[in-house]
Structures are given as C-alpha cells and as structure tokens.
C-alpha cells in the first residue's frame, strides 16, 4: 500500500504541473494571437483538452507499467490489455465515467480512486480557468461589435446645406 500511495502523490503531482504549465502557456499566448476575441476561447479551450490528454496518457502509461512491473494490481477485463486499454481505462476513470468493462484490483483500486478524484479537481480548473478566459475576451468583442455597428453621425441642418 505504500507504494501505492508514493505512485499516488506521483500521479497528482505531475497532472498539477502539466496542467499549470499547459494554462499558463495557453494564458500567456492566447491574447496575442492575431484573431477576433470571439475566437480566442478556442485555442484556450484546445489547450485544456491538450493538457487533460496528456495527464490521461500519464496515468495510462502508469497503469500499464505498474501491471507489468509490480503486484500492485492489474486492471481486469477481456483478454490480453494494451496500452491503448490502459489509457482507454484512465480517461473513463479521469472523467469519472466508469464504464466498467476494465476493474483495476488490488492496490490499482487506490491509484484509480485518486485518478478520479484528481481528473475532477483539474476538470473544474479548466473550467474556471476557460471562464475566466471568457471574461476577459467577452469585453474585446463588445467594443468590436459595437464599432461596426455604430451609426454614422447625424449631420446638422447648417451640413446638409
């Protein structure tokens, strides 16, 4: 069990700074994109999707390593796993699906809890951190929207003539 915890603290850990780095990449770099406001939540959006991908495959590959190189547990399912079956396993555990079709056992059960725990937690980080992104653009697109739609000044009756 120690172990498993110490693999634990690993896992959550590097998911933090991936997810730090990732946003703060995307954080520093989004407003200087040359595109209209409107469409800069898409980059930000794509940013926290890259970063979830990356911590899912962290956790796979983690799986797939410790059933091959411990007695920590396996994950059980239908015949022989691969890592696309562990990484299929770590992002239905992530998002907190659960499908069920693969069981992690043994001390795997305390790595998969956490997994969860920890997708949720860097989850609502996205979300906090795409509304917050949505915030500060909402604005910028308000001003552009409201000078292409302005009206041209009325002209004086001393212009018209």
Same mark, same amino acid.
């Given at each position: 069990?120690?172990?498993?915890?110490?693999?634990? +603290?690993?896992?959550?850990?590097?998911?933090?700074? %991936? $997810?730090?780095?990732? /946003?703060?990449?995307?954080?520093?770099?989004?407003?200087?994109?040359?595109? @209209?406001?409107?469409?800069? %939540?898409?980059?930000?959006?794509?940013? @926290?999707?890259?970063?979830?991908?990356?911590?899912?495959?962290?956790?796979?590959?983690?799986?797939?390593?410790?059933?091959?190189?411990?007695?920590?547990?396996?994950?059980?399912?239908?015949?022989?796993?691969?890592?696309?079956?562990?990484? =299929?396993?770590?992002? +239905?555990? =992530?998002?907190? /699906?659960?499908?069920?079709?693969? +069981?992690?056992?043994?001390?795997?059960?305390?790595?998969?809890?956490?997994?969860?725990?920890?997708?949720?937690? /860097? %989850?609502?980080?996205? @979300?906090?951190?795409? =509304? /917050? !992104?949505?915030?500060?653009?909402?604005?910028? $697109?308000?001003?552009?929207?409201?000078?292409?739609? !302005?009206?041209?000044? +009325?002209?004086?009756?001393?212009?018209?003539?």
């Amino acid at each position: 069990m120690p172990i498993a915890m110490l693999v634990c +603290v690993a896992l959550v850990l590097g998911t933090i700074l %991936i $997810h730090y780095e990732v /946003l703060r990449l995307a954080s520093e770099h989004v407003h200087d994109l040359p595109i @209209a406001p409107r469409l800069r %939540i898409i980059p930000v959006v794509i940013a @926290a999707f890259i970063g979830h991908t990356l911590e899912v495959w962290l956790y796979g590959l983690a799986y797939w390593a410790l059933t091959a190189v411990s007695t920590l547990g396996t994950i059980a399912g239908t015949g022989t796993l691969g890592v696309e079956d562990f990484v =299929y396993f770590s992002a +239905v555990t =992530y998002t907190s /699906l659960g499908f069920g079709d693969l +069981v992690p056992t043994g001390h795997l059960r305390l790595v998969a809890g956490v997994e969860g725990l920890n997708g949720l937690i /860097l %989850i609502g980080w996205s @979300a906090s951190f795409t =509304y /917050l !992104a949505m915030e500060r653009y909402w604005p910028l $697109h308000r001003k552009t929207t409201r000078k292409r739609h !302005a009206r041209p000044p +009325v002209k004086s009756a001393a212009e018209l003539h």
